[in-house]
């Protein structure tokens, strides 16, 4: 069955210091990969998302990810976090399997970043 | 151009009422998607839809029902509302798959059953 794992409730880090929000998953084929950003009262956005090719992937606001096949990971990286980064992040799976139309997703982490 | 629209955005109901909540997208978009949103739990599909007048099953379907009518809106249905139906509710659109696949959000409807 698929699986999303955000093992971190809440991540806290200095202005300035580089952040990584880890999600690992498990699915039975070659996953679409996404994170998305909750600001409160909000909707979620999107922020970026793996589909193929280069295993970095860079998206809004300065954030990336980088994919790991064999480490099934896709952790959430900024290389200066900024107070305004503070928010609920959410990463979450596709299998791109015939028939297969639904997202799971994580539980969520909570970013703080303090000044 | 809007995106994707909820209403209401806050609803206050009493134990076996009813109600829908209406969701619509005017980016042609194939696929709609119902979440419900709960502290500590992410967000769990309820329903969702491939096309128009095509609904499936999702993660936690019991007590609601939906309708697709029409391409640009997904409904929402409560028959009689439970207070364990307390929650945020999220639709989502998408175009369906391939390398363009993005789910859009909504704002939201907070739904508090009594």
């Known amino acids: 069955a698929q699986s999303v794992a955000q093992p971190e409730d809440q991540v806290n880090v200095a202005e300035g210091n580089p952040l990584t929000v880890k999600c690992t998953y498990s699915v039975s084929g070659n996953p679409y990969l996404f994170w998305y950003v909750q600001y409160p009262n909000r909707g979620l956005q999107f922020l970026l998302k793996y589909i193929t090719g280069d295993n970095l992937v860079k998206g809004s606001y300065g954030f990336e990810a980088e994919f790991n096949k064999s480490q099934t990971s896709f952790h959430l990286k900024k290389p200066s976090a900024l107070v305004s980064d503070s928010a609920l992040y959410f990463c979450?799976?596709?299998?791109?399997?015939?028939?297969?139309?639904?997202?799971?997703f994580g539980t969520g982490t909570r970013l703080k970043v303090l000044a | 151009n809007a995106g994707v629209t909820q209403t209401p955005k806050f609803r206050v109901l009493k134990t076996g009422q009813s109600m829908t909540l209406l969701c619509a997208q005017d980016?042609?978009?194939?696929?709609m998607y119902w979440y419900r949103q709960d502290p500590g739990m992410g967000l769990r599909l309820i329903h969702y839809?491939?096309?128009?007048?095509?609904?499936a099953k999702g993660e936690v379907p019991d007590g609601y029902n939906v309708s697709r009518l029409k391409k640009q809106n997904f409904l929402l249905g409560l028959e009689s509302a439970a207070p364990s139906q307390t929650s945020v509710y999220f639709c989502a659109s998408s175009f369906g798959g391939g390398i363009q696949e993005t789910q859009y959000f909504g704002p939201g409807t907070r739904l508090l059953v009594l």
């Open positions: 839809s491939v096309g128009e007048g095509t609904t």
């Open positions: 979450a799976v596709r299998d791109i399997g015939p028939g297969t139309y639904k997202y799971i």
């Open positions: 980016m042609n978009h194939e696929y």
